[in-house]
Protein backbone atom coordinates (compact mmCIF):
# COMPACT_ATOMS: atom_id res chain seq x y z
CA UNK A 1 0.00 0.00 0.00
CA UNK A 2 1.31 3.06 -0.89
CA UNK A 3 0.03 6.69 -0.05
CA UNK A 4 0.91 10.06 -0.63
CA UNK A 5 -0.21 13.72 -0.87
CA UNK A 6 -0.15 16.48 -3.82
CA UNK A 7 -0.76 19.90 -4.41
CA UNK A 8 -3.25 20.42 -7.66
CA UNK A 9 -1.40 23.63 -9.15
CA UNK A 10 -2.18 23.32 -12.84
CA UNK A 11 -4.72 26.02 -13.85
CA UNK A 12 -8.18 24.31 -13.95
CA UNK A 13 -8.11 22.01 -11.32
CA UNK A 14 -8.94 18.26 -12.07
CA UNK A 15 -12.38 18.58 -14.04
CA UNK A 16 -13.03 17.23 -17.59
CA UNK A 17 -9.65 16.73 -19.62
CA UNK A 18 -7.29 16.49 -16.61
CA UNK A 19 -9.35 14.53 -14.90
CA UNK A 20 -9.74 12.05 -18.14
CA UNK A 21 -5.87 11.85 -18.28
CA UNK A 22 -5.35 11.51 -14.24
CA UNK A 23 -7.84 8.21 -14.69
CA UNK A 24 -6.07 7.27 -17.94
CA UNK A 25 -3.10 7.52 -16.79
CA UNK A 26 -4.61 5.44 -13.22
CA UNK A 27 -5.56 2.71 -15.12
CA UNK A 28 -2.38 1.84 -16.20
CA UNK A 29 -1.78 0.10 -13.70
CA UNK A 30 -2.92 -3.11 -11.58
CA UNK A 31 -3.19 -2.04 -8.38
CA UNK A 32 -6.45 -0.66 -6.85
CA UNK A 33 -6.09 3.01 -7.01
CA UNK A 34 -8.17 5.52 -4.85
CA UNK A 35 -8.27 9.27 -4.47
CA UNK A 36 -9.93 11.46 -2.18
CA UNK A 37 -10.24 15.80 -1.53
CA UNK A 38 -8.12 16.66 1.55
CA UNK A 39 -9.19 19.97 1.00
CA UNK A 40 -12.36 19.51 0.88
CA UNK A 41 -12.61 16.21 3.06
CA UNK A 42 -14.40 13.80 0.79
CA UNK A 43 -14.78 10.48 1.14
CA UNK A 44 -12.35 8.20 -1.06
CA UNK A 45 -13.47 7.40 -4.68
CA UNK A 46 -11.83 5.47 -7.39
CA UNK A 47 -9.70 6.90 -9.51
CA UNK A 48 -10.19 5.05 -12.44
CA UNK A 49 -13.87 6.34 -12.70
CA UNK A 50 -13.86 9.80 -14.37
CA UNK A 51 -16.98 10.42 -13.18
CA UNK A 52 -15.83 9.64 -9.26
CA UNK A 53 -13.00 11.71 -9.49
CA UNK A 54 -15.27 14.36 -11.01
CA UNK A 55 -17.52 14.29 -7.78
CA UNK A 56 -14.22 15.59 -5.80
CA UNK A 57 -14.65 18.69 -7.05
CA UNK A 58 -10.95 19.73 -7.07
CA UNK A 59 -9.55 23.10 -8.32
CA UNK A 60 -6.32 24.86 -8.38
CA UNK A 61 -4.48 24.88 -4.93
CA UNK A 62 -6.60 21.96 -3.79
CA UNK A 63 -4.72 18.94 -1.84
CA UNK A 64 -5.74 15.52 -2.84
CA UNK A 65 -4.45 12.04 -1.56
CA UNK A 66 -3.39 9.21 -3.56
CA UNK A 67 -3.88 5.90 -2.13
CA UNK A 68 -2.58 2.25 -4.55
CA UNK A 69 -3.33 -1.45 -3.35
CA UNK A 70 -1.32 -3.78 -5.23
CA UNK A 71 0.96 -5.44 -7.12
CA UNK A 72 2.62 -1.72 -9.09
CA UNK A 73 0.81 0.42 -6.02
CA UNK A 74 4.29 2.30 -5.24
CA UNK A 75 4.65 3.04 -9.46
CA UNK A 76 1.21 4.02 -9.61
CA UNK A 77 0.90 6.45 -7.03
CA UNK A 78 4.10 8.25 -7.66
CA UNK A 79 2.98 8.23 -11.35
CA UNK A 80 -0.12 9.69 -10.38
CA UNK A 81 1.64 12.15 -8.16
CA UNK A 82 4.28 13.36 -10.57
CA UNK A 83 1.52 13.79 -13.45
CA UNK A 84 0.03 16.13 -11.30
CA UNK A 85 3.34 17.99 -9.78
CA UNK A 86 3.99 18.31 -13.39
CA UNK A 87 0.87 19.86 -14.28
CA UNK A 88 -0.01 17.37 -16.35
CA UNK A 89 3.49 16.95 -18.31
CA UNK A 90 2.00 18.65 -21.80
CA UNK A 91 -1.37 15.94 -21.70
CA UNK A 92 -3.77 18.45 -21.43
CA UNK B 1 -36.41 28.92 -11.37
CA UNK B 2 -35.01 32.00 -9.77
CA UNK B 3 -37.20 32.51 -7.08
CA UNK B 4 -36.50 28.95 -6.75
CA UNK B 5 -32.42 29.62 -6.23
CA UNK B 6 -33.14 32.63 -3.85
CA UNK B 7 -34.79 30.64 -1.48
CA UNK B 8 -32.01 28.30 -0.86
CA UNK B 9 -29.35 31.21 -0.46
CA UNK B 10 -31.41 33.89 1.30
CA UNK B 11 -31.31 32.21 4.49
CA UNK B 12 -27.06 32.48 4.58
CA UNK B 13 -26.85 36.40 4.51
CA UNK B 14 -25.02 36.51 1.11
CA UNK B 15 -24.08 39.39 -1.22
CA UNK B 16 -24.99 38.74 -4.65
CA UNK B 17 -22.51 39.77 -7.35
CA UNK B 18 -23.25 42.92 -9.67
CA UNK B 19 -23.10 40.29 -12.51
CA UNK B 20 -26.42 38.59 -11.73
CA UNK B 21 -28.38 41.62 -13.39
CA UNK B 22 -27.77 40.85 -16.56
CA UNK B 23 -28.29 36.74 -15.71
CA UNK B 24 -30.19 36.46 -12.73
CA UNK B 25 -30.33 32.60 -13.12
CA UNK B 26 -26.36 32.52 -12.36
CA UNK B 27 -26.04 34.56 -9.31
CA UNK B 28 -22.49 34.41 -8.70
CA UNK B 29 -22.32 34.39 -4.46
CA UNK B 30 -19.86 35.39 -2.46
CA UNK B 31 -20.17 35.44 1.55
CA UNK B 32 -17.77 36.69 4.00
CA UNK B 33 -18.24 34.11 6.29
CA UNK B 34 -19.09 30.65 3.64
CA UNK B 35 -16.12 28.52 2.62
CA UNK B 36 -14.92 28.59 -0.98
CA UNK B 37 -17.00 25.81 -1.85
CA UNK B 38 -20.44 27.59 -0.90
CA UNK B 39 -19.19 30.49 -3.18
CA UNK B 40 -19.45 28.43 -6.48
CA UNK B 41 -22.57 28.74 -8.44
CA UNK B 42 -24.66 25.74 -7.78
CA UNK B 43 -25.36 23.20 -9.99
CA UNK B 44 -28.86 24.33 -10.35
CA UNK B 45 -27.76 27.71 -11.05
CA UNK B 46 -25.45 26.51 -14.00
CA UNK B 47 -28.00 25.06 -15.95
CA UNK B 48 -31.06 27.19 -17.49
CA UNK B 49 -34.22 25.34 -18.39
CA UNK B 50 -33.71 26.68 -21.78
CA UNK B 51 -30.29 24.74 -22.14
CA UNK B 52 -32.23 20.94 -21.27
CA UNK B 53 -33.63 19.09 -24.23
CA UNK B 54 -35.16 15.82 -24.36
CA UNK B 55 -34.67 13.13 -26.66
CA UNK B 56 -33.48 14.86 -29.31
CA UNK B 57 -32.44 13.01 -33.02
CA UNK B 58 -28.89 12.91 -33.95
CA UNK B 59 -27.59 10.90 -36.56
CA UNK B 60 -23.98 10.77 -34.83
CA UNK B 61 -21.99 12.11 -32.24
CA UNK B 62 -21.10 15.50 -34.50
CA UNK B 63 -24.81 16.33 -34.52
CA UNK B 64 -25.43 15.16 -30.69
CA UNK B 65 -21.95 17.49 -29.81
CA UNK B 66 -23.94 20.57 -31.93
CA UNK B 67 -27.40 20.08 -30.18
CA UNK B 68 -25.41 20.42 -26.83
CA UNK B 69 -23.90 23.15 -28.53
CA UNK B 70 -26.73 24.96 -29.73
CA UNK B 71 -28.80 24.34 -25.77
CA UNK B 72 -25.65 26.44 -24.74
CA UNK B 73 -26.45 29.25 -26.80
CA UNK B 74 -29.94 29.35 -26.79
CA UNK B 75 -29.47 29.38 -23.00
CA UNK B 76 -27.15 32.68 -23.34
CA UNK B 77 -23.49 30.48 -22.33
CA UNK B 78 -21.92 30.62 -25.42
CA UNK B 79 -21.64 32.18 -28.94
CA UNK B 80 -21.98 29.19 -31.70
CA UNK B 81 -18.32 29.07 -32.12
CA UNK B 82 -18.07 27.37 -28.62
CA UNK B 83 -19.72 24.60 -30.46
CA UNK B 84 -17.37 24.02 -33.30
CA UNK B 85 -14.67 24.13 -30.39
CA UNK B 86 -16.32 21.08 -28.45
CA UNK B 87 -16.40 19.44 -32.34
CA UNK B 88 -13.16 20.21 -32.82
CA UNK B 89 -11.90 19.12 -29.08
CA UNK B 90 -12.94 15.18 -29.99
CA UNK B 91 -11.81 15.24 -33.61
CA UNK B 92 -8.00 16.17 -31.85
CA UNK B 93 -8.04 14.33 -28.71
CA UNK B 94 -10.58 11.59 -28.98
CA UNK B 95 -13.73 10.33 -27.44
CA UNK B 96 -12.12 10.84 -23.63
CA UNK B 97 -15.52 13.21 -23.41
CA UNK B 98 -17.62 9.71 -22.68
CA UNK B 99 -17.17 9.78 -19.23
CA UNK B 100 -18.90 6.80 -18.29
CA UNK B 101 -21.41 4.47 -20.03
CA UNK B 102 -24.39 6.25 -22.15
CA UNK B 103 -22.79 9.95 -20.36
CA UNK B 104 -20.56 12.34 -22.36
CA UNK B 105 -19.24 15.59 -21.39
CA UNK B 106 -18.57 17.83 -24.36
CA UNK B 107 -16.68 21.13 -23.71
CA UNK B 108 -13.63 22.97 -24.76
CA UNK B 109 -11.34 25.17 -23.70
CA UNK B 110 -12.35 28.22 -21.64
CA UNK B 111 -12.33 30.83 -24.45
CA UNK B 112 -13.58 34.26 -25.80
CA UNK B 113 -16.36 32.19 -26.99
CA UNK B 114 -18.20 31.48 -23.84
CA UNK B 115 -19.96 34.10 -21.63
CA UNK B 116 -20.76 32.93 -18.51
CA UNK B 117 -19.96 29.90 -16.87
CA UNK B 118 -22.70 27.07 -17.87
CA UNK B 119 -24.59 23.95 -18.61
CA UNK B 120 -26.31 22.27 -20.89
CA UNK B 121 -28.37 18.88 -20.69
CA UNK B 122 -29.61 16.83 -23.85
CA UNK B 123 -30.97 13.33 -23.92
CA UNK B 124 -30.95 11.68 -27.68
CA UNK B 125 -34.02 9.77 -28.97
CA UNK B 126 -31.25 7.38 -30.38
CA UNK B 127 -27.92 7.00 -28.73
CA UNK B 128 -24.76 7.28 -30.79
CA UNK B 129 -21.46 6.10 -30.75
CA UNK B 130 -18.33 8.50 -29.50
CA UNK B 131 -15.97 5.23 -30.59
CA UNK B 132 -15.07 4.75 -26.68
CA UNK B 133 -14.24 1.80 -25.66
CA UNK B 134 -15.67 1.22 -22.97
CA UNK B 135 -18.97 3.36 -22.53
CA UNK B 136 -20.58 3.75 -25.83
CA UNK B 137 -23.45 4.43 -26.70
CA UNK B 138 -24.06 7.59 -25.66
CA UNK B 139 -27.91 8.89 -24.55
CA UNK B 140 -26.34 11.83 -22.77
CA UNK B 141 -24.70 14.56 -23.82
CA UNK B 142 -23.94 17.75 -20.67
CA UNK B 143 -22.33 20.48 -22.68
CA UNK B 144 -19.96 22.42 -20.21
CA UNK B 145 -18.65 26.14 -20.51
CA UNK B 146 -16.53 27.50 -18.32
CA UNK B 147 -14.90 30.96 -19.07
CA UNK B 148 -11.99 30.28 -16.11
CA UNK B 149 -11.05 27.37 -14.24
CA UNK B 150 -13.26 27.56 -10.98
CA UNK B 151 -16.51 28.65 -11.78
CA UNK B 152 -18.60 25.40 -12.74
CA UNK B 153 -16.70 22.57 -10.51
CA UNK B 154 -18.51 22.39 -7.58
CA UNK B 155 -21.97 22.55 -9.74
CA UNK B 156 -20.00 19.81 -12.04
CA UNK B 157 -19.16 17.91 -9.07
CA UNK B 158 -22.70 17.76 -7.47
CA UNK B 159 -23.68 16.64 -11.47
CA UNK B 160 -21.18 13.81 -11.15
CA UNK B 161 -23.12 12.49 -7.93
CA UNK B 162 -26.47 12.55 -9.05
CA UNK B 163 -24.90 10.61 -12.52
CA UNK B 164 -23.49 8.41 -9.97
CA UNK B 165 -26.72 7.49 -8.07
CA UNK B 166 -27.98 4.80 -9.89
CA UNK B 167 -31.93 6.18 -8.82
CA UNK B 168 -31.46 9.69 -9.60
CA UNK B 169 -30.16 8.69 -12.49
CA UNK B 170 -32.32 6.84 -13.20
CA UNK B 171 -34.93 9.30 -12.59
CA UNK B 172 -32.83 12.00 -14.81
CA UNK B 173 -33.42 9.52 -17.63
CA UNK B 174 -36.64 9.27 -17.04
CA UNK B 175 -37.65 12.56 -16.79
CA UNK B 176 -39.95 14.09 -19.39
CA UNK B 177 -39.50 17.96 -19.27
CA UNK B 178 -36.86 19.55 -18.78
CA UNK B 179 -38.61 20.91 -15.07
CA UNK B 180 -38.97 17.63 -13.93
CA UNK B 181 -34.92 17.53 -14.45
CA UNK B 182 -34.28 20.67 -12.92
CA UNK B 183 -36.82 18.99 -10.02
CA UNK B 184 -34.32 16.07 -9.93
CA UNK B 185 -31.43 18.05 -9.40
CA UNK B 186 -32.92 20.74 -7.25
CA UNK B 187 -34.62 17.97 -4.72
CA UNK B 188 -30.85 16.82 -4.81
CA UNK B 189 -29.53 20.10 -3.75
CA UNK B 190 -31.85 20.77 -0.97
CA UNK B 191 -30.89 17.47 0.83
CA UNK B 192 -27.41 18.31 0.29
CA UNK B 193 -27.76 21.56 2.00
CA UNK B 194 -29.08 19.46 4.65
CA UNK B 195 -27.26 16.78 5.11
CA UNK B 196 -23.46 18.56 4.09
CA UNK B 197 -21.27 17.29 6.42
CA UNK B 198 -18.00 19.29 4.85
CA UNK B 199 -19.19 22.82 5.52
Known sequence: MKQLRVKVTNAVGLHARPAAVFVGEAGRFASQIRVRNATRNTPWVDAKSILSVLTLGVEPQHEIEIMADGPDDTRAAEALQQLIASDFAGKI | ?199
Open chain 2, 1 to 199: MGGRCESGMVERDLHVDARADDAPWIREVTSTSASTEQARPRLSALLPIAAIRLRIPAMDWRAAVRASGEALVAAGITTPAYTDQMIATVEQLGPYIVIAPGIALAHARPSEAVLRPGLSWVTLAQPVRFGHKDNDPVTLIVGLAAPDSSSHVQGLATLAELLEDPTRRAALMAANTPRDVLGVITEYERRDVRNDGRG
